[in-house]
């Protein structure tokens, strides 16, 4: 079955935002990249690589075969050193893995809320200097709000369109992670996120999908991917023990098989433990999920 067709007899439909029930309608508007090829870009976070400084990582990931670097937090002082660390690379700046700023941006305390604001535009500016996928936000989590769901959504509303400005603004996005439901009570599924996306309609405002929360929330893999649809621009690697992807039996191909049907073009970054010797066993796991998206035919 053809990509197109797929899409638009995969989207039965419905997404509930939260505790509301609020339903989002994804359409033919799924397809990420219209009919352009899926790739695979393989990636991880700073901290997973060893190496004695930025550059020394950007090099063994370049030399293992990935194409990417996530870095945490909003590293305004790190600008100059990530970017020598990947000037003569063909290794460039994935996400900056930023978090929920202890759940400043959803507080009931205006002020919180400002200063959380203010903090994710200077981390989306920095992600525009360095050419970044986006900056990860993760509204809560567990114990940073006693705000009901649909009390967050409203809050939502309010404060992402103006964020959503400034990301564009900054030729970034704002990447909303759902997680499970033992990190967060808030957003948890992939379509509950793109339903947040497909609301408020503005580019700097997409989602991201971490294949080890997706294992305790999602039902398919394959469909969690195809609901985010043309919002899905990051992925996390981890396997069923949050190791490194092949460290266990948890496989990839259906949730390679859904961003190979919504033309996937963003990095796939670890976010995981390593059993064993990192410089042993990273190599390998890189392999491991070459394979698996072979094994992704559609």
């Not at 009919?35 to 030399?63: F, H, N, T």
Request: glycine letters at 10%; one cysteine or more.
């Amino acid at each position: 079955m053809k990509r197109r067709a797929f899409l638009k007899s995969s989207m039965v439909g419905a997404a509930a935002l939260g505790a509301v029930g609020e339903v989002a309608q994804f359409g033919s508007n799924a397809a990420a990249e219209g009919d352009k090829e899926a790739v695979l870009k393989l990636c991880s976070q700073e901290g997973r690589i060893p190496g004695k400084d930025c550059r020394e990582k950007v090099l063994k990931l370049e030399e293992w075969g990935a194409v990417g670097i996530e870095i945490g937090g909003a590293p305004g002082t790190r600008v100059q050193e990530i970017k020598d660390a990947l000037k003569g690379t063909r290794v460039k700046m994935g996400a900056l893995c930023w978090g929920s700023h202890n759940g400043d941006l959803v507080s009931t305390d205006l002020e919180k809320r400002k200063r959380g604001i203010d903090d994710l535009k200077q981390a989306l500016e920095v992600a525009g200097e360095l050419e970044s996928t986006g900056v990860i936000f993760v509204p809560c989590f567990n114990g940073q709000s006693n705000l009901k769901p649909d009390e967050l959504d409203k809050i939502l509303w309010d404060i992402l369109p103006e964020v959503g400005d400034h990301a564009q603004k900054c030729k970034s996005r704002v990447l909303l992670e759902p997680l499970n439901k033992g990190e967060t009570f808030y957003i948890n599924r992939l379509e509950q996120a793109a339903a947040i996306c497909e609301k408020l309609n503005n580019p700097g405002l997409c989602l991201m999908g971490d294949f080890y929360h997706m294992s305790r929330e999602e039902k398919s893999d394959t469909d969690a991917f195809v609901r985010g649809g043309k919002w899905v621009h990051h992925v996390h690697l981890a396997s069923w023990r949050r190791v490194l992807p092949g460290q266990d039996d948890r496989k990839f191909v259906d949730g390679f098989r859904g961003l190979k049907q919504i033309g996937y073009q963003d990095f796939c970054s670890l976010e995981c433990g390593c059993d064993g010797d990192p410089e042993v066993e990273i190599p390998k796991s890189f392999r491991f999920l070459e394979q698996q998206w072979r094994e992704a035919t559609i």
